[in-house]
């Protein structure tokens, strides 16, 4: 075993979390929802749902119509407009949940105003941000009360796995660079296959059996339930200009960044340099375990019908981990490509301190995951619920969502990985941090697989440049909604 620590009885719950939480859905729990009285508590007036709608549409917050409805609610004679107690606005991924996307999508609609649920096919969060939202702060910036105290109340569900919960996070959190606050507070629907960031904020690992009844309940819960706090981290991606890179929606390709210089780079650098960056909340990871998520995710874009649902995304997930080499290297393969500790490097800000310091790395890993959540992989716990004696040792403290550290560790191959995510173990402990810089060199290897909250990507390598992945925290936290 790799440190000292017994998985608690809320770790080794988490792995039987989705088939409880789906039980759980079925039964009677809690009061009653009446339909009629949750759409008036949610819904918002009929003039906000179109002007935003329209200011969407048209790309234009001064757009005629949305003028015109406007002045018809604040008439001479209209009836002054009534605010929603608690308005709601709902992004769905339609094409997550297998079969359930569209569904689940019509039904959301039924128990609101159908402006307020946006498919991400259709509408994106950004788009909403900069002309939906645009809208309501202009109606209130006139004089409408209605307006005011709705965007000041409002709060997000994002239906979707932790991909799309973390793209609508990010989207948001450019409310507060704009200081355009209060930033919405988000609840979920988890519709995806890990749903990591649901299970952290205790919205549960999977769709419910019953959904349609249990709808009505979490957006009850989105509604009324407490606020807290989540780190978000920025990413930044600095590789020799000149190879072609697939990233993920994430991720965004910018002018050229420099990184901090606080940390001199030893050795040469290129004379141009693409940079892309982006916000993660859940992970970041480097290795065989994005080797994996690639191939997976490949696989899914070409043969969607053979992804339909968690069940079967597992099992093919699964293949791709033998298929691949997680469990078994193939013979051919050169030793010494095996270990990270080959191309990479890691510096990082530890506990309690500001100074960058280099961070060995442990031969024997061939991925590194840099957490931020007590979830990870469908709801286990890799850095494990460690004692108070090896925490004072190594220099850690208990990890939290909102505490400004990551936890980094590595998994050996696939046998070591299996065992930490049963939680018989705990993963390669390597740091905890609130900064981390790894720089890749390329040497024997011709590219990298990278992950950032499920999405992966190949990195190609240079042999005589360093790539570098530079991680801090974002000054600001999103604000979740607490389901549990």
């Known amino acids: 075993m790799d440190s000292p620590g017994t998985p608690s009885r809320a770790a080794t719950a988490s792995g039987r979390s989705s088939v409880i939480d789906s039980i759980r859905g079925c039964t009677l729990s809690g009061v009653r929802i009446p339909r009629e009285d949750l759409k008036k508590k949610i819904t918002f007036p009929e003039y906000i749902r179109l002007a935003m709608r329209e200011a969407i549409r048209a790309q234009d917050v001064d757009s005629a119509t949305v003028a015109q409805l406007y002045d018809a609610a604040h008439a001479d004679g209209a009836e002054p407009p009534e605010p929603p107690e608690f308005p709601l606005i709902v992004f769905i991924n339609s094409k997550s949940g297998g079969r359930h996307g569209p569904e689940l999508k019509a039904r959301l609609q039924d128990l609101m105003g159908e402006e307020q649920v946006f498919d991400l096919l259709a509408v994106k969060p950004h788009e909403f941000v ?222 309690n301190s500001s100074e960058w310091e280099q961070v060995p790395v442990p031969s024997s890993v061939r991925s590194i995951v840099a957490l931020n959540l007590p979830s990870y992989g469908s709801g286990r716990n890799p850095w494990g619920n460690l004692k108070p004696d090896y925490l004072e040792k190594r220099g850690f403290v208990e990890a939290h969502a909102d505490d400004g550290l990551l936890e980094v560790f590595g998994f050996k191959q696939g046998w070591h990985a299996s065992m930490v995510m049963v939680e018989l173990i705990s993963a390669k402990h390597i740091t905890q941090a609130s900064a981390i810089r790894f720089e890749l060199r390329g040497g024997e290897w011709t590219e990298a697989y990278m992950q950032v909250d499920g999405e992966p990507w190949k990195q190609p390598m240079n042999k005589e440049f360093s790539t570098f992945v530079e991680i801090k925290r974002v000054p600001h936290h999103s604000l979740m909604v607490k389901g549990e």
């Open 130 to 351: 900069q002309y939906g939202l645009s809208c309501l702060e202009k109606f209130a910036s006139l004089g409408d009360s209605c307006a005011k105290e709705t965007r000041e109340k409002l709060r997000v569900v994002v239906a979707g796995g932790d991909g799309t919960v973390g793209w609508v996070l990010g989207c948001l959190g450019e409310l507060n660079r704009q200081d355009r606050l209060p930033v919405p507070p988000t609840g979920i629907i988890p519709l995806g296959t890990g749903n990591d960031l649901s299970r952290s904020f205790g919205w549960g690992g999977s769709f419910p059996f019953n959904w349609k009844s249990a709808i009505k309940r979490t957006l009850d819960k989105v509604a009324r339930g407490p606020i807290t706090l989540l780190d978000s981290w920025h990413l930044l991606i600095s590789t020799p200009a000149g190879e072609e890179l697939e990233i993920p929606y994430s991720l965004k390709e910018t002018e050229a960044v420099p990184l901090d210089e606080e940390l001199e780079v030893e050795g040469e650098l290129p004379e141009k340099v693409s940079c892309y960056q982006g916000v993660f909340y859940n992970y970041f990871s480097i290795g065989m375990d994005a080797q994996v998520a690639y191939g997976f995710h490949s696989l899914r874009n070409e043969k969607p019908y053979l992804a339909q649902g968690p069940i079967s995304n597992k099992l093919i997930y699964s293949g791709y981990s033998c298929k691949q080499g997680w469990f078994f290297t193939p013979c051919s393969s050169d030793p010494g490509l095996r270990s990270l500790k080959n191309i990479l490097r890691i510096y990082a800000k530890k506990v």
